[in-house]
C-alpha cells in the first residue's frame, strides 16, 4: 500500500521484468531474476507470472474462453491440457457459464474474474494484482478478492497486490507500505480476524498521510 | 509560428505517414509520365499520321479526366484518415485557446506543402520513369529509337500541376469543411470505437458463404459458355451475379473461416492465432464493402494488363499473311452509275493525274461478290448460333469473288506462277483456318461448291491463306472463279495492287502514302466523284502499331493507378486499424506475448488482409481471360509484364504497410 507517487507500480513493474532495476536484486523462486537474458526473461514472465490489472486488460475481440486460452498457447501448451485447465479454472471462479461471451457481455467484477482466470491458468508462481478492484464496485470487489482467498488457499498461488484501498488490504496476509520509495512500515495479519487487521491498516493509513511536521 | 508548426508537421508526417506520400507521389509521377508520350520521339514518328495524333490526344486526354477523378476521391480519402487520426492532437491546439480559423490555416499551409513536395517529387519520378516508357512505346511501335534523347514534357509538367492543383484545392476545401463541423469533446476522445462485427452467426455465415460460392461459380460457368459479349444481355446478369458473389464472399468470408478454423484446434490454438483470426475477422467484416470493391478493381486491372499486353501479340501475327504487297487501293463502285470513270480505278487514276513508276509493280483486278454467302456455303459445318455469330462479327454475307485472269496478274507482280482453272474449277482462298474449324473441315470433307445451278469443283484442299492485297483487316474469303463464269456476280470494288522496288522504296512509300492521305483528305473529290481508299503497308503497320500501343497505353494507365488505389485503400485502412487495435496490442504485450510474436501476427494480418481482395481477383481473372480467349490468344510475355507491375506496386504497399503498423505498435503508448 502507499500513496500516489510512492513507487507501488515501480516496484511491481521491476518484478515483473516490465521495468529493470539499477541496483540491487530480485529473486523469485530462489531465481535471481535481473541478470536474466532476453530469451529467460521471456519465458519466465509467461510461466512464472501471472498478472491482473485495474482495467482488466482484456481483449474485446475475444471470448473469454479465447482470452484465457490466450495464456496458454503463447507458452505452446498441449491442445488437451489447454481445454482442461480452462474448464478446471473456469469452475473454481464461477463463470463456467460465460465463457463463450465477449467482454462487453460481462460485468465489471465478471471481467475480472475472467481476467483472474487468465492469470492463475498458467499456475503461475506469483501473481501481481494492480488495483484489481480499483474499477470495481463494492459488491463485486468482495466477490473478487473472496475468490483470490481461495486461489490462496486451494492453489497455493502467492498474490501480490497493488492497493490503495484500505478494505481490498485487510484481505491479505501481509502488508507492505511504500512512502516515497521506500518501505515505510509492515503489517503481517497473524491470528487477527479482518476487522481487527481492517483497523490496524487504517492507523498505518492514517499515520502514513497525516504528516504533520509538512503540515505545519 | 503557425507555418513553423505546419512544416514540422509535415515533416513528422513524412515519417508517420509515408504511405500517404507514397501514394500522392506515385499518382502525379504515373500522371506526368502518360501525359508526356505525346512529346516522345516514337510517338512523334507516328504523329505523322493525323488520324492516330488527333485520336491519342483524344484518348489521353479523357482517360487524364476519369483518372483524375478516381485520385481526387482516392486523395480526400487518404487525407480523412490522416485528420481522423490527428483529431486529438488538433483538439489539443483548440484548449490552447487557438482559434479554428488558425488550425483551418495550419492544415491549409500543411496541404499546400504536402501537394508541393508530392509534385516535384512525382514529377521528377515521372521524368525518369517515362524515359522506361519511351523505351518500351519504341518496342511497341517497332520504332528504332537511332538518336536516344533524353525528353522532359513541359506540356505534361503543366498538365500535372494543373491537375493536381485542383485536387489539392477540393482537398483543402474538404479540410475546412470537416474542421468546422468537429466539437472539441469529440476530438479529444477520438480514440475507441469497437468495429462492430456483423456476422457472428455460424449458420447464416455458412449458408451466406456458400451462396457466395454458388453464385460465383454460376457466374463463371456462364462467362466461360457465352464468352465476354458485350451486346448480350446475358452477360449483364453474370456481371451482377459475380458482383454479389463477390460481395457475399466478402461479407462471410471471414465469419465462415473461423468457425472452419476452430474446429481445428491445432491451429486454432496455437500461439496468439486466436488473436490474429480476431483481427481479420473484425476487418474483413466491416470492410467487406470495400474488400469487395478493391477485389473487382483488381480483376479489372489485371484483365485490362493482361489484354492490354496481349493485344500487341495479337496484331503481330495478324499481320504475317498480309506482307506481299507495299501498297493497295480499292474504289467502292456504284452500281447504279454507268459512267466507267465513276467505277474504275484505271480512269480515276488518269484523271488525278496519278501514274506509276516504272520501277513499280503494280496490278489491276475487280472484286465481286457472288449470290452465295459464307454462312450458307459452310452452313453443314456451323451451329445455328456459329452461323448468327458469323454475321454479326461481319465475318460472313455474299462471297467475294475475283476473276483467275485477275488473279494470274496479282500472282505475275509478286513474282508467282500462273494457275490455271478449267470452267468449272474454282480456289479457296481464306484466313477462316484462324477463326472457325468449319472452314479446314468443309475443305477436307467437300469436293465441290454449288454456286446456284451449277457445281465447281474445288481445285485445292487446303485454303490457301495468301491474302491478295494490303488490307487493315487481316481476315478474308475470296472464290477465284474463271473468267467465263456465267452465275450472278456484282462488281463491288475495282482495285490495284502495288510492289516496290526496294532500290526506291522510300521514294515509292513517300508517293503513295501521300496519294492515299490525299485522298482520305478529299483532295480529289472536285476532280472525280469516285471515293477511293488506300493503305500502304507500313500506314498499316503504323495504324495497327499505334492501335496496340493505344490500347496499352490506356490500359497501363488505368491498370496502374487501379493497383494504387487498392493498394493505397487497403495500407490506410491497415493503418487506422492498427491505432483503433494499440490497446489490444498493448494487452498483449501485458499478458506475456513477445514482439517478435506480435511483429509476426501484425505480418500475418497485413499478408491475409491484402491477399485476400487479390487472390480473389487472380481467380477471377483467370476465367475472365479464359473467356477473352476467344478474342485473343494470350502469351507469356502479357502474363510476366503484368505479374511485374502488379507485384511491384502490390508489394511496396504491402511492406511499407508492415513497417508502419509495426511502428503504430511499437511507439504508440497513447
Known sequence: MGPSGSGKTTLLNCISTIDTVTTGRIVINKKDITNLKIKALEEFRSKELGFIFQ?????????????IA??????????????????????????????????FQLSGGQKQRVASARAIVTEPSLILADEPTGALDSKSSRLLLDSFEKLNREFNSTILMVTHDSFTASYANRILFIKDGRIFNELIRGNDTRKEFFNKIMEVVTLLGGDVDNVL | MFSKIAVNNVKRSFRDYSIYFLTLTLAVCIFYSFNSIESQNAILELNKNPIFHDSLN?????????????????IIYANNFL??????????????????????KILLFETFLIGLV?????????????????????????????????????????????????????????????????????????????????????FISVLVFTLSVILLVTAYVRVLETGLDAANTELFITVIMGVFGTLFFFFSTSSFFIHVVKKNKKVYLKGINIFILRQINNKINTNFLSMTLIC???????????????????????????????????????????????????????????????????????????????????????????????VKDYLGGPMSAIKLSDYNSILEITGNESIQLSDDEVLVLSSYDNITDALPEFMENEDSIQIEDKEYTIKNDVAIEKNIKANLDSDFFYLVIPDNFDGDLELESTNFNVIYDERYFDES??????????????????VSPALVIGNTLNQIKDRQNGMAAMVVFIGLFLGLIFIISSAAVMALQQLSDASESLGRYKALKRIGVTERMINKAILKQSFIYFFAPLSLAIVHSIVGIIALNDIFSFHYESIIVSTLFLGIIYGVYFYSTYVGVKNVVKNGNS
Open chain 2, 83 to 104: 485528420i481522423k487520426k490527428r483529431k486529438k492532437e488538433l483538439g489539443i491546439y483548440m484548449t490552447l485557446g487557438m482559434p479554428k480559423r488558425k488550425i483551418s
Open chain 1, 55 to 67: 482495467d482488466f486488460n482484456l481483449l474485446d475481440t475475444l471470448t473469454a474462453y479465447e482470452n
Open chain 2, 296 to 390: 473487382l478493381m483488381l480483376f479489372l486491372t489485371i484483365t485490362l494488363l493482361f489484354t492490354a499486353f496481349d493485344l500487341k501479340g495479337t496484331i503481330d501475327r495478324s499481320l504475317e499473311g498480309n506482307k506481299e504487297f507495299d501498297a493497295s487501293a480499292f474504289l467502292v463502285v456504284d452500281n447504279e452509275s454507268e459512267d466507267p470513270r465513276e467505277n474504275d480505278i484505271e480512269e480515276y487514276l488518269k484523271d488525278i493525274n496519278f501514274t506509276f513508276e516504272n520501277n513499280e509493280k503494280y496490278a489491276f483486278y475487280s472484286e465481286y461478290k457472288l449470290s452465295l454467302t459464307i454462312e450458307d456455303l459452310l452452313s453443314d459445318y456451323l451451329s445455328e448460333q456459329e452461323q448468327v455469330d458469323l
Open chain 2, 58 to 74: 483524344k484518348l489521353i486526354t479523357g482517360t487524364s479526366i476519369f483518372v483524375s477523378f478516381v485520385l481526387g476521391g482516392l
Open chain 2, 509 to 526: 512509300e513517300e508517293r503513295f502514302s501521300t496519294l492515299f492521305n490525299d485522298m482520305w483528305d478529299n483532295k480529289y473529290r472536285d
Open chain 1, 70 to 103: 490466450l495464456a496458454l498457447t503463447i507458452q505452446n501448451m498441449a491442445i488437451k491440457e489447454i481445454d482442461k485447465r480452462i474448464q478446471q479454472v473456469a469452475k473454481k471462479l464461477e463463470i463456467n457459464e460465460m465463457l463463450n461471451k465477449y467482454p
Open chain 2, 118 to 202: 508530392s509534385l516535384i517529387v512525382g514529377i521528377l519520378l515521372g521524368i525518369l520513369v517515362s524515359q522506361g516508357l519511351s523505351l518500351l512505346v519504341a518496342n511497341i511501335l517497332g520504332v528504332n529509337l537511332n538518336h536516344y534523347q533524353f525528353i522532359i514534357s513541359l506540356s505534361a509538367v503543366i498538365k500535372s500541376v494543373v491537375y493536381f492543383g485542383i485536387i489539392y484545392g477540393l482537398v483543402m476545401i474538404f479540410n475546412q469543411y470537416t474542421i468546422s463541423k468537429y466539437k472539441l469533446i469529440d476530438m479529444l476522445h477520438a480514440s475507441k470505437k469497437n468495429e462492430e462485427v456483423k456476422l457472428k452467426n455460424a
